[in-house]
C-alpha cells in the first residue's frame, strides 16, 4: 500500500502513458525549468543535471512526497538531437538518423522532497534506423505528427517502422521514462509495486 504521495515533474503527455502503467496513483507537475545545455556539457551531464533538477524544482511545490524527475536527449555522432518543433526540422532529423545509429540517453531522478535524499541514473537505449527515401520520411511524419519528440519519431506508434533493429535494457527508456529503473528505485524507496 502506497503511504506516499508520488508526483510525476512532467507535463508530458507520454511520460504521463508510461507511468499510468504502474498501476498506482500518480499526480504530475510542471517542472518550469531552463533546459539549455551548458557550455561543454556532455549529453550525458545534461540529462542528468535536468532529470535532478526538475525534481528539486517540483520539490518546492510538495515538502513530502516522492517526485519523479525525468530527462531524455537523442544523440547522432555526438551531436545532441532535440524535439524538431516543425516539419522541416523533422524531415533534416530523419534525413540525418537514415541509416545510422541514434543513442537516447534517459535521465531519471527519484526525490525524497522531505529528506532531500535522492537516486539518478541515465538509462541508455539506441536504434538503427533502415534507410529512408524522402517520400518515407514525408509520409511517416504527416501520419504520426512526432514534432515534439527528441530524434522525430514515436517509437509506440508508426515510428517503429523506421527502425532496423534497438538496442537497450529497458524499451520505455526510449519513450522518456524507464519505467524498469524506476520500479528499482520505488522499491528502494520502500514502494514495492508487486506487494
Known amino acids: 500500500m502506497m503511504t506516499r504521495t508520488l508526483i510525476l515533474g512532467s507535463t508530458s503527455p507520454y511520460r504521463r502513458e508510461l507511468m499510468e502503467r504502474l498501476k498506482i496513483p500518480f499526480t504530475t507537475a510542471a517542472p518550469d525549468i531552463d533546459e539549455t545545455r551548458l557550455d561543454g556539457e556532455s549529453a550525458l551531464d545534461m540529462v542528468l543535471r535536468l532529470s535532478l533538477a526538475k525534481a528539486r524544482k517540483v520539490a518546492e511545490q510538495y515538502p513530502d512526497a516522492l517526485i519523479i524527475g525525468s530527462d531524455q536527449c537523442a544523440v547522432l555522432h555526438d551531436a545532441v538531437i532535440g524535439k524538431p518543433g516543425t516539419h522541416d526540422n523533422a524531415v533534416k532529423q530523419l534525413q540525418n538518423a537514415s541509416g545510422q545509429t541514434v543513442a537516447f540517453l534517459t535521465g531519471l531522478c527519484l526525490f ?11 538509462v541508455p537505449f539506441s536504434v538503427d534506423f533502415r534507410e529512408l527515401s524522402d517520400a518515407q520520411i514525408n509520409h511517416y511524419l504527416h501520419k504520426d505528427q512526432p514534432y515534439n519528440c527528441a530524434g522525430s519519431f514515436r517509437s509506440e506508434s508508426l515510428g517503429i517502422t523506421l527502425f532496423k533493429r534497438m538496442y537497450g535494457d529497458d524499451p520505455t527508456a526510449l519513450m522518456g521514462l524507464p519505467l524498469i529503473r524506476l520500479s528499482q528505485m520505488l522499491q528502494q524507496a520502500g514502494i514495492d509495486l508487486l506487494g
Open 112 to 122: 525524497d522532497s522531505n529528506s532531500g535524499h535522492y537516486q539518478l541514473d541515465v
